[in-house]
């Protein structure tokens, strides 16, 4: 027996390098601190959603059971707390963009998560913001432009600005 655990496993391991830790932090907050160089459009967007995305939310993100529909802004009243089955889309719950970008970057394409480089992941964003109405198709999301996009749905969530110590839950 060994003790406390924490002598058990001082010899398993080493401390990770700065390397290592930075290429494990890929998230991003809502202000875009974080987020990689690159840049993206809707035209490649229409491309790469085509090649990668399509398959399992439809040619026009519109869903294909049991993936979810992406596109579309009913219910407009935000009515999510009174009837929790009602479709939940970019377009009218999704609450900062940047948070778009996150879910592309570490989640999708399904079958292989992760694998988009910077450039396809702000233009499949670029494309779902345009085809929600929330942007033009003329513009280009990086890291200046998608923190600036107002989503429809931002203020109707409560902004978590708890700082750690006791009460942090």
Not at 34 to 43: C, I, K
Not at 92 to 112: E, I, K, Q, S
Request: contains cysteine; glycine residues 12%.
């Amino acid at each position: 027996m060994c003790g406390p655990v924490s002598q058990c496993y001082q010899s398993i391991g080493r401390d990770a390098t700065a390397a290592e830790i930075s290429a494990w932090n890929i998230d991003f907050n809502p202000s875009g601190a974080g987020l990689p160089a690159g840049s993206g459009t809707y035209a490649r967007g229409v491309d790469v959603f085509a090649k990668n995305c399509a398959s399992c939310h439809g040619p026009k993100a519109e869903g294909m059971a049991p993936y979810p529909k992406l596109v579309g802004a009913d219910p407009k009243g935000f009515g999510f707390g009174d009837d929790p089955k009602l479709t939940k889309t970019i377009g009218n719950y999704w609450p900062y963009a940047t948070t778009l970008y996150d879910y592309v970057n570490r989640a999708m394409p399904f079958v292989a998560p992760g694998v988009l480089p910077p450039a396809d992941v702000y233009s499949v964003v670029a494309y779902l913001l345009a085809e929600n109405g929330i942007i033009t198709q003329s513009e280009v999301m990086d890291a200046t432009t998608l923190p600036k996009v107002k989503m429809p749905a931002r203020d109707r969530f409560v902004v978590d600005d708890r700082r750690g110590g006791p009460g942090f839950r």
